[in-house]
């Protein structure tokens, strides 16, 4: 059985290992590579599946949420029948994959990427997709590639525009030295607030996973350097220009080495509220927010009551309390992984 599969290994792949770049060579380098796709959303979908039929030898999935009917307009590798079932996005993806291309070893991990975990995610691939919903992981993640010297694709997609950068340590700029620190909560809008086009999210996995190949396979010259931004309703498509000596000097990453969201000296903290079924979220920097404005776009998708105080919004069985700090209380659970979904989700990062 496994000779036969052998033989038609070179069968499969042969539109892939034609194409100059890659040849036969390239294609067994493919085959024994080890990819981490982190989330599994829309971008993380879409790559998991470009990567599974590409060859890509073993593809660690990582996400915490389980499938619901909106992810299916976007999130490409699902069906209705894994949102009946009620799965986990990485476990419908494992079947997914298993079908599409059964060569491929699938390890899916459900779970809420943190500081604690983070290193030990990263430590046996060779790269990772960022297909993350919010910035506090990708700063996390940048750190823990800086650190231990692995490659990520940043990649971001909402409304009908998207962005992609490659991230080598030591070679090219890292998150931090294109952004000094995470968008204070509510500045940026979400998938939930402003909605996604599923071809901006196809897009930018498809850019992640060329990218993806040419790291792989050590192909230099073809690695872009630049920050890609591409608007599909509004007709743009700008590359800005990052080389290496826009490593900044100052990066508390690159080059000082200190790494901030690694050792909790960045990003929100948690607390659960004893005997209350509530999670407490205190990002870690103070930022005003706008409570009326975001309680206009909240109340399109919940419950919303508001005064000057607080925002009181319930959504998918749960009640965020919003203070004017970016404080929140998420009431309904103790787990602090749901707490910060849906506080990344309506709030923003
Ligand atoms: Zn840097």
């Known amino acids: 059985m496994k000779s036969n599969f052998e033989k038609e290994e070179p069968e499969r792949y042969i539109r892939q290992s034609t194409f100059y770049a890659i040849g036969k060579a390239g294609q067994r380098k493919l085959t024994t590579s ?11 979908a879409a790559s998991a599946t470009i990567l599974a039929r590409a060859g890509i030898g073993h593809l660690k999935l990582v996400d915490r949420d389980f499938l619901e009917l909106n992810n299916l307009q976007r ?8 949102v009946k079932e009620g799965l986990p996005k990485v476990i419908a993806a494992q079947r997914q994959i298993e079908r599409i291309n059964s060569r491929v070893h699938v390890e899916p991990f459900v779970a809420d990427v ?12 060779d790269l990772v997709i960022d297909a993350a919903d919010n910035f506090e992981t990708r700063f996390l993640l940048n750190d823990a590639c800086v650190k231990h010297n692995r490659a990520w694709i940043y990649g971001a997609a909402i409304e009908s525009y998207g962005l992609s950068m490659n991230i080598i340590p030591g070679k090219t700029a890292c998150l931090r030295c294109v952004m000094d620190s995470i968008p204070q909560p509510g500045s940026v809008p979400t998938c939930e607030t402003v ?3 599923a ?16 790291i ?26 990052i080389a290496k000596e826009s490593i900044q000097k100052n990066c508390p990453v690159c080059n000082q080495h200190w790494f901030e969201f690694l050792e909790g000296k960045q990003g929100s903290t948690f607390t659960n509220l004893c005997g209350r079924n509530a999670v407490q979220i205190l990002p870690f920097k103070e930022a005003p927010l706008d409570l009326a404005k975001l309680a206009i776009n909240l109340s399109e998708l919940g419950i919303v009551r508001v005064n000057e105080f607080l925002i009181r919004f319930e959504i ?12 929140a209380i998420v009431k309904g659970t103790t787990d602090a992984g749901i707490a910060r ?4 989700k309506y709030v923003g990062n």
């Open 199 to 214: 071809s901006i999210v196809c897009i930018i996995a498809s850019i992640q996973c060329a990218e993806a190949m040419k």
């Open 75 to 82: 999130q490409i590798l699902y069906e209705e029948h894994d």
């Open 316 to 327: 998918e069985g749960y009640e965020l309390i919003i203070f004017p700090d970016s404080r």
């Open 341 to 344: 979904s849906l506080y990344s």
């Open 216 to 241: 792989l396979l050590d192909n230099k010259e073809a690695i872009n350097r630049s920050l890609i931004h591409i608007d599909i309703w509004n007709n743009s498509f700008q590359s800005i220009d």
């Open 34 to 44: 080890r990819v981490m796709i982190l989330g599994c959303g829309g971008l993380g």
């Open 114 to 125: 943190n500081r604690f975990n983070i290193e030990a995610f990263i430590e046996d691939v």
């Open 195 to 197: 909605g996604v086009l």
